[in-house]
């Protein structure tokens, strides 16, 4: 891909902090598209099938799944182009800004940015508040040893969720430090773990029996809870098509997370020839995995004792008779009642809990590079460590502002989860933004347009301005069935207009102050920034 020169602005002055930006294309494909899979999170994807009986009743949730694989995959072809075009540090910072305006590509990202900051501290905090303890709760029921359970209870107070997943933030902070050979030596194995604690689960299902898991919860005295739940006004409802394709607003935060990779495109090796197979590789392998995987819960567990237990847990948990939250891996302890078989299931899960904020810190560290080199945050930020290739001073200050998210959510837990629910707003204003920019680039951006890896039309109009506008049609449609049918608390609003507004107030600074060194954005920054 052709690198772009710094530009010099009307007073002379460079844009650009200097000529390349320092880092290097160190990553292969694979690990991208691993990467990938890490934010997606497959086992997490495990908790929004428990969440559809209750918010959209009547879901088919296997067709659910496959429908929303579907949905995505125009958004996220639109990424994959971009990112072949223009594989720069930033993903759609770059994308929007260049095609359509500089100001709207920085608040775009950022939104998105802040909140994903936020979600990998969440992500890391997951891994004391429910990873551990779940697995120390199935073998409570396994050994009969209340010791784990007590253990899990003690992990959940305040001061060692905050110094442990501080401790967790700290050290993977240090590892970016250092460079990404040895992230990639952490984060690997971690990524390994968790797809075969996927595929040991898969199999378990595949080899077990409803009738079987029907005796399991009468051995333990838990077969009452189908009629338990009944009784405090749970019933069944019949599949419903309509429901099942407004289930599809709940899922898309799994396979619609399958582009994150783009923002750190600048140090993936090959991305012109590979950014469609490593983005639809992420679409394709969650759907396929998820959708499999609650087939075989359904058949096993029966969907009647999965949204009994899910709704005894929300509406009646006095009732709600289960050591662990209403999903999978607590079934899987009564499935197999055996201790070598949830601490395993118990450690991968946890494994992969793990390699998510992996994947999310570097999405959050390389966009502040990219605001810092394309000067809307002071130069500073972009400076990159010779040695090891990495934005030192960015990647210590993303630490920092993670130990800050996780501080809220420990001690004001209500406040910072009504915040993390409004990252899936982010998530789809981002999308639809850079399908907008997706569909314009051909009539914006021709100079752009002509280094696409394809340049096909359906019926004369370019292949892309049709992806880009089927991504914004279907975002904003699940963005409003999101808020219609989930809902959120006032306070998740106004936060997202504050991080918007926020961004607005940087950009609107960077704007005064590069103006008076000289430099018009507006025009510099229609230029791809060096590699």
């Known amino acids: 891909m052709n690198s772009t020169p710094s530009v010099d602005t009307e007073a002379g002055s460079p844009l650009y902090v200097r000529q390349a930006t320092g880092l290097v294309r160190e990553l292969r494909p694979v690990d991208a598209l691993l990467m990938s899979l890490a934010f997606i999170s497959i086992p997490l994807g495990y908790f929004f099938f428990a ?35 223009m594989p720069r540090s930033g993903g759609d910072l770059v994308f929007v800004g260049r095609v359509i305006h500089p100001a709207l590509g920085f608040i775009n990202n950022f939104g ?22 779940s697995m120390f709760q199935n073998i409570t029921l396994t050994t009969g040893n209340d ?48 797809l075969l604690g996927v595929v040991i689960t898969f199999l378990i299902l595949l080899f077990s029996t409803h009738g079987g898991f029907l005796n399991d919860l009468d051995a333990l005295g838990l077969s009452s809870i189908v009629s338990d739940a009944t ?52 679409v394709v392998i969650s759907t396929v995995v998820l959708a499999l995987m609650v087939t075989q819960a359904n058949r096993v567990f029966g969907e009647d004792f999965q949204g009994a237990a899910s709704f005894l847990d929300a509406n009646a948990p006095d009732k709600y008779l289960l050591a662990g939250a209403p999903f999978i891996n607590s079934y899987l302890g009564i499935l197999t009642g055996s201790t070598w078989w949830v601490s395993v299931i118990g450690i991968t899960f946890a494994m992969g809990t793990l390699a998510a904020p992996f ?64 990252s899936s707003m982010a998530l789809f204003i981002v999308t639809a933004v850079t399908g907008l920019a997706g569909a314009l680039l051909p009539y914006l951006r021709k100079d752009l347009y002509e280094m696409s890896p394809t340049k096909r039309t359906i019926l004369g109009v370019p292949l892309i301005t049709v992806l ?19 809902g959120f608390a006032t306070r998740s609003y106004w936060f997202v207009g504050g991080v918007y507004t926020l961004g607005l107030v940087i950009t609107i600074i960077a704007y005064i102050r590069n103006r008076s060194a000289g430099i018009n954005l507006n025009t510099a920054l229609r230029e791809l920034p060096p590699e």
């Open 359 to 422: 994947a999310g810190m570097i999405l959050v560290t390389r966009s502040l590079f990219a605001y810092s080199f394309d000067r809307m945050l002071p130069s500073g930020l972009a400076d990159v460590n010779m040695r090891y290739h990495t934005p030192v001073r960015a990647t210590l200050l993303v630490g920092l502002v993670m130990i800050g998210f996780l501080a809220g959510f420990v001690y004001s837990e209500s406040t910072f989860t009504d915040f993390i629910v409004a």
């Open 231 to 282: 009784k405090a006004g749970f019933a069944e409802v019949p599949k419903s098509f309509s429901a099942t394709l407004q289930a599809v607003a709940l899922l898309i935060a799994v396979p619609g997370l399958a582009f994150m990779w783009s923002y750190f495109g600048g140090e993936v090796r090959r991305t012109s020839n590979t950014s469609m197979w490593i983005t639809m590789g992420g």
């Open 147 to 194: 010791w784990w359970a007590t253990a899990a209870t003690n992990l959940t107070e305040s001061t060692p969720r905050f110094l442990i997943t501080g401790a967790l933030i700290a050290l993977m902070t240090g590892l970016y430090c250092i460079g990404l050979k040895w992230v990639i030596r952490v984060f690997v194995p971690l990524m390994i773990g968790q």
């Open 51 to 85: 969440q559809l009986p209750d918010l959209f009743p009547g879901a088919n949730t296997p067709l659910a799944f496959v429908l929303t694989g579907l949905l995505v995959a125009p958004a996220m072809a639109v990424y994959a182009l971009f990112a072949a075009i």
């Open 468 to 486: 880009g506008v089927l991504a914004v049609v279907i975002y904003s449609i699940y963005l409003y069935i999101l808020i219609d049918k989930v």
């Open 112 to 133: 998105f940015v802040v909140f994903q900051a936020c979600a990998s501290a969440f992500l890391m905090l997951f891994f004391i508040d429910f990873a551990i303890p």
